[in-house]
């Protein structure tokens, strides 16, 4: 028996450098690794969470943000059930990009996967894009939004829980199998509203 | 009764009691199934013991005996590998692994399939954990697995997770640098392993979808990259090398092309190509070539032009800083680089169209590249000498018969503009295709001429050669050097000269082929070499081509037959140097050089002692008075007074009569000699002598149809021509009196002997064997070439009088004068 009742792909994408290895780090060992290299290729972990007195295993892919690595980590986004696309609020640059994040996205994942906006970094004092930019981003293209910091642990193991619970939610009203790779179609998705704070349970 | 019955009650209640307790606690075991308890047994009381391998032979008998329990053990063994990952016991896990793998080995195939699936999320769960160690160990189990022939497919299991964790692995960057490399060993190892299960059987997952082609080749490339140098070998030895990932990442890249059959090839070239685009690989292009060479070494010899197809087909493809229209360039020359370095592994396995294709595709590149070059860039003229290099590499190794269907093919595509009307992109193509003509001839070795110049690849040189810029006309004389010199006499002829004895020449009697070669297209060539000499747009570089042009002919082809032709295009050479108006003082001076050093090279291939002796006599009095009419040749000649121009100095010339006796003296045929010379001095004539050359040509291909329609017809046409006629009716001797008799119109007997000859020869064409006609209609061509050449001098005659045939010299000096409408044909019923 496998112990664990749902299976979910989840891969990270962003610029180089945004945090998203620390974020991983962070959400399945605990702790902020300090100097952390740039990732190369791909890098994987997994976690088993509990939702409603359930296991859910989590599969983490944790892609390389530089650029040459971009058709590797490509190759990753179709089976994901769903994106975590992380800027860092401290890093204009990084927010400017993610509209070509968008389109790798929309080119190479399969269209209903869910989307989530990640402004990292939220504990650094140099803050240059104002929560409600972000916000506004990710309504606009129909993502849901969160702002952590994997250095102070914080929102981090929300993202992955609510990821977790609605891809569950997802999962059980489409009565996905376990293992099936290809996501049904996301019903009812909505963008955060205001109160940002329960934006992945609108 | 009542306390009765409550004892019995109650020691029913004690025994039941006390059987349960036992059953809980002692035989408990016992009563677990026999499976359990075997696999139970096999695990020590402490880890490091190591697998119990008695009870391990126990388990194996059992399961060999009762296949049916396998796929239960394969489940129990997982359930307690999970719970010891869990509390993190790894070498019960590492036990518990090898006994899986034992298992497997010892398990015949038919029954194995549920075991397999457990085994394979064992690996999972395996690959799952963060410890390096047990990532190592689940793909050396996962190995294992792979190399095991499995006769019943299993048309659910799917690879997608293994590919992308062993790809991830791939890319390990552990702070451990030694822990790091045996990871991605792992990683490489686990892909081939992946490889090997699912490429042979269609059924199960297929390897090649983009999904995973697109982790596996760059994880394999990522580790190849990373060598410290690269050494390509054309095979590996699969033994050696498993120790670095960049070996062993080679060796699967190797396999994976391998196995790759026409429909996969491109399947693994697009995520090679992008690769390389993405991490900058093409400059310096050194790990290109190398891996490009790997794929083309062990591709498939059939599919190898599906590599350079598709490389070729990314030559223009987009790559990092693709906005930039410079490093485009250089990108574009990068990859083309890579193209000429491995399109000649290719060419040994092509055949037919794709050679063509090959061809055609690398002249469209070139094409484009042209269009390109408005701001001549020297970028664009590597890439486009990339282009040529990739040309030459490919034609280097393909059959010579090849060579010539490539050269005729490129000939075909060169642009043949007239004369100075040309855009500047069609020279310039014109020049490229040259290039690429000469690249691909240089490695043409010639062995008989006809073979190396079939007649219509020689009309599209030589009409090339009438047309083109001073550049591409010494391009054309450098293919013309390549394709003719079979002797290696080209370096060392490059500039005119008169002592041939000190250059070392290789002269060897020519062969039958070679002359019935130049009996057919003589005079095409030395026609168009002629005309080429008399353009005024000329350089010192175009003259001297043509010198070596004409003087390799002379080589290669000299005969006791050829001596009157050579000594007679000598003439014209030295006449045109005299009366072309259009040519400056230099060139005149220079056609004189030409013109002596190549007089001087017939006595050095043919014996004609009178010859020497007569030439060495105009050099020695030439080197008194004239230095200037001798070689070398100079780009000017400033300080010449008007007196001592070429054309005031007839006494210092060869003369026709003269040249005709010493050859007379050798005891060789001079009626050719002696002849008017059929080459019209100026451009003037140049469009008319282009129609007879190339109807000489087009009549030369279809001989098996002239045999038996064309002579006859001819023998009419020619008849019925009144001017033909007549000139036909020349008798042997070469008098004034006997011109205007015949110009009169033929006598009787003529007449007569005309119609007998007619007869004959219709006779002979009804019953002579075949290859008599053949030999008997070969030179039937040259007659009317001639004739025709005639006619034409006649009709031209009137305006110029100087030019042509006539010998000025002789009408000053110690010979008879000769005028120039005394034209004798004794050669006209040779044949």
Known sequence: ?202 | MVPLRKILHRACFIISRTVYMTCCCGCCSALRPRYKRLVDNIFPASPQDGLVKSNMEKLTFYSLSSPEKLDRIGEYLFQKASRDIYRRRHGFVIIAMEAMDQLLVACHSQTLNLFVESFLKMVQKLLESTDPQLQILATQSFVRFANIEEDTPSYHRRYDFFVSKFSAMCHSNHIDKSTGDKIRLAGIQGLQGVIRKTVSDDLVENIWEAQHMDKIVPSLLYNMQSAEKYETVSCMDSAVGAEAPARLAEACLRELVGRASFGHIRSVLRPVLTHFDRHELWIPNEFAVHTFKIIMFSVQAQYSYSVVEALMQHLDGAGPGAGDARARTRLRAARATVLSNIVAIAAGDSVGPSVLEIINNLLTNLRASVARDSEKESDEKLYQEALINALGEFADHLPDFQKIDIMMFIVNKVPSAPRGKGTRADSMLQSILLKSLLKVGTTYRTAELSKAFPAAFLEALLRVGSGAEPAARALLQRILHTLLDRRANAPRLTRPTLEYAELGLTVEKCSRQDLIFISKHGYALFGSLYDGLQLESNTMENIEAIYTTVALICIELGSEETVGDMLQLVLAIQQSGISNPVLSVAQQCQLQGVAISLAVLVPHVCTVPRLAEYLNKIIEARREEAPHMLPPLMESYDDLTSSKLPAKLPYLMMDQMALCECVKASGLDTARLAAPSPYSAGSVAAPHRHSWLEAGAAQGRDSLADITAGPPTELDSANSSPGVTRAACGSESAHLEAWRRAAGGPSEAERRDLQRRRATLNSAFRTAPFDHLKHITAPKYEIQDKLEEIFNSITEEPLLPMSGSCSPAGQKSYQQNVPPYTKYFPELFLY
Not at chain 1, 76 to 102: E, G, K, M, N
Not at chain 1, 129 to 139: L, S, V
């Open chain 1, 1 to 202: 028996m496998e112990d664990y009742k749902f299976l979910f792909k989840v891969v990270l994408v962003g610029n180089a450098g945004v945090g998203k290895t620390c974020l991983v780090r962070r959400f399945t060992q605990g702790l902020f690794p300090p100097g952390q290299g740039a990732t190369i290729g791909v890098d994987f972990m997994i976690k088993t969470v509990e939702v409603d007195g359930e296991k859910v295993k989590l599969q983490i892919w944790d892609t390389a943000g530089q650029e040459r690595f971009r058709s590797i980590t490509q190759s990753y986004y179709r089976s994901a059930h769903a994106l975590i696309l992380v800027y860092d609020i401290s890093c204009q640059p990084t927010f400017d990009c993610l509209p070509d994040w968008l389109r790798e996205i929309e080119e190479y994942a399969n269209n209903k996967v869910l989307r989530i906006l990640v402004g990292n970094k939220t504990d650094r004092e140099d803050r240059e894009i104002p929560r409600h930019i972000g916000e506004d981003f990710a309504q606009r293209h129909g993502m849901y939004f969160l702002e952590t910091s994997a250095k102070e642990a914080e929102n981090v193991e929300r993202l992955f829980m609510e990821i977790a619970v609605e891809l569950m939610e997802q999962a059980k009203c489409k009565e996905l199998p376990k293992y099936d790779g290809s996501l049904g179609p996301i019903n009812g998705k909505t963008t955060s509203v205001g109160d940002s704070s329960c934006c992945l349970r609108s």
